[in-house]
């Protein structure tokens, strides 16, 4: 399963915020989508997954057009993990994560035995068992973005689009949480999608990038090739100094 962008472009208030993005995304890999704030990154995501309706181009998911996609079917093809996630009721993790389960769930009929063997699954592979019979509103950021993840996970898609997922996380957080997203390419063959705010995390962890200024594509292609000192200091403004040292890369500036 794969996005295609085409031409696309979108305004808020007559104000245009992307113009003429134009990509393609591919089964299995791991995508980062970089750029300074105000570059379009959110907005980028929140088409691609279907919360704002583009205006003009087209995105085509596995040979359809995403607008003509019904919205149920659409979440049974892509997940999204927003970068907050505030509830004002005291839900249960378990009950969080079995929302997950909403587009495959028949109107008045409840949760069959499948929706809760992917929640079990999901809360495995995330390693937060302990945390399951908590109420969301007691846990810190960075168990919370887990439960969010095993939420996208119960939901069973082939693609999972996060923005910022490690934005407001501590270190230790930042790389299990982007570790695991690795994984799930490696192991599930899931395409991941993540709006990334740290230069150095998308380098060491993404196959492809896609670098956004001003609304516009700056770069896109292969990791190694387009994280640059040349295309960080053109995109961010930064003059940086890039290290590769014990199979890890590292900027300064």
Not at 23 to 46: M, R
Not at 64 to 90: D, G, S
Not at 178 to 198: G, M, Q, R, V
Not at 239 to 253: A, D, F, L, Q, R
């Amino acid at each position: 399963m794969s996005i295609q962008v085409k031409s696309l472009d979108y305004a808020y208030d007559h104000k245009k915020v992307l113009h003429n993005i134009n990509l393609t995304f591919e089964k299995g890999k791991f995508y980062g989508i970089l750029g300074p704030n105000g570059s379009g990154k959110t907005t980028l995501i929140k088409l691609l997954t279907g919360l704002l309706d583009h205006q003009q181009g087209e995105i085509i998911l596995n040979k359809k057009k995403m607008n003509t996609i019904p919205r149920k079917a659409l979440a049974k093809q892509i997940a999204y993990v927003p970068q907050m996630f505030n509830v004002k009721n005291a839900f249960l993790v378990k009950d969080i994560i079995l929302m997950g389960r909403h587009p495959y769930i028949k109107r008045m009929h409840s949760p069959s035995l499948e929706d809760y063997k992917k929640v079990e699954e999901a809360i495995a592979e995330t390693n937060i068992e302990p945390l399951k019979d908590r109420f969301i509103n007691e846990l810190s950021g960075g168990e919370t973005q887990r439960v969010i993840i095993a939420r996208a996970l119960a939901q069973d898609t082939e693609i999972i689009i996060l923005d910022e997922p490690i934005s407001q996380l501590d270190i230790h957080f930042q790389y299990e949480i982007i570790k695991f997203l690795k994984k799930l390419c490696y192991e599930k063959n899931k395409t991941i999608i993540a709006s990334l705010h740290d230069i150095g995390v998308a380098l060491n962890y993404c196959e492809e990038v896609v670098m956004l200024k001003e609304g516009s594509i700056k770069a896109q292609g292969k990791t190694k090739d387009i994280i640059t000192q040349k295309t960080i200091e053109e995109t961010y403004g930064l003059k940086v100094n890039m290290i590769y040292s014990n199979h890890y890369h590292y900027i300064g500036w």
